[in-house]
């Protein structure tokens, strides 16, 4: 348990679906993250919020659309996906500060198939 | 560029050690990381290392770190079969906004 939960943890959903991925961390950080995880490429850094600001939008389809109302949870809202969009997306949660080490907790992931 | 490339796969003996390896291209990094993935969960994170240090050790790891030829190993004594996971280097670029490079993952088999 690292105090990062994401719910569902498993969704299958059509392409023509409207869904959302739900995060929350119970540790009192300030930034989150959304990742993607798929078998063809590395952990892939989607979005950065920093108190509830995004400072990071790592060239990610509109198709998918980040929500933080506040800093313990973030939200990924997905409509009008592609088959190829099926991966694991993984949340994390960390410190804001800089010059310390830079330790990201991690969610458990929610396995998303779309069909 | 950000390219941290690991080996896909390792397969080692109970007890014996392991070892898996990491390069990366970016110098102004300063901490690296070193986090592990078991099978349906999350990352979490192992150990690290400063980038001005060449070596710590953790209890059963130890990090070694070669800031010229950008290699960054991990080495896990006495490997047990708990150890079975995958172990992705990762590292902070100087002019990143909370961003992490992860390399694409080692796949440590550990055989009874």
């Known amino acids: 348990e690292t105090g990062v939960t994401q719910t569902p943890r498993h969704l299958v959903m059509g392409m023509t679906n409207k869904k959302s991925l739900k995060c929350e961390q119970h540790l009192g950080h300030n930034a989150m993250y959304w990742y993607k995880q798929s078998a063809k490429k590395p952990l892939e850094l989607m979005f950065v919020?920093?108190?509830?600001?995004?400072?990071e939008n790592n060239s990610v389809p509109s198709r998918f659309s980040p929500e933080c109302p506040n800093s313990s949870h973030l939200f990924l809202h997905l409509h009008t996906l592609q088959p190829e969009d099926s991966a694991l997306y993984l949340c994390?949660?960390?410190?804001?500060?800089?010059?310390?080490?830079?330790?990201?907790?991690f969610g458990p992931g929610t396995r998303l198939t779309v069909t | 560029g950000e390219d941290v490339e690991q080996s896909l796969f390792l397969s080692v003996r109970e007890g014996d050690s392991s070892v898996i390896n990491c390069t990366y291209t970016?110098?102004?990094?300063?901490?690296l990381y070193w986090y592990k993935q078991e099978p349906g969960a999350g990352l979490q994170l192992l150990t690290y290392?400063?980038?001005?240090?060449d070596m710590k050790q953790d209890q059963r790891l130890t990090v070694l770190l070669n800031k010229k030829d950008k290699h960054l190993s991990l080495r896990i004594a006495d490997t047990q079969t708990g150890d079975s996971a995958i172990y992705f280097c990762?590292?902070?670029?100087?002019?990143?906004?909370?961003?992490?490079?992860f390399g694409s993952g080692t796949r440590l088999l550990v055989r009874p």
């Open positions: 919020y920093n108190f509830k600001e995004q400072t």
């Open positions: 994390a949660s960390s410190q804001d500060s800089r010059g310390r080490v830079y330790e990201q907790y």
């Open positions: 970016d110098s102004s990094s300063t901490y």
């Open positions: 990762a590292y902070e670029p100087m002019d990143s906004s909370y961003k992490l490079i």
């Open positions: 290392i400063f980038s001005n240090m």
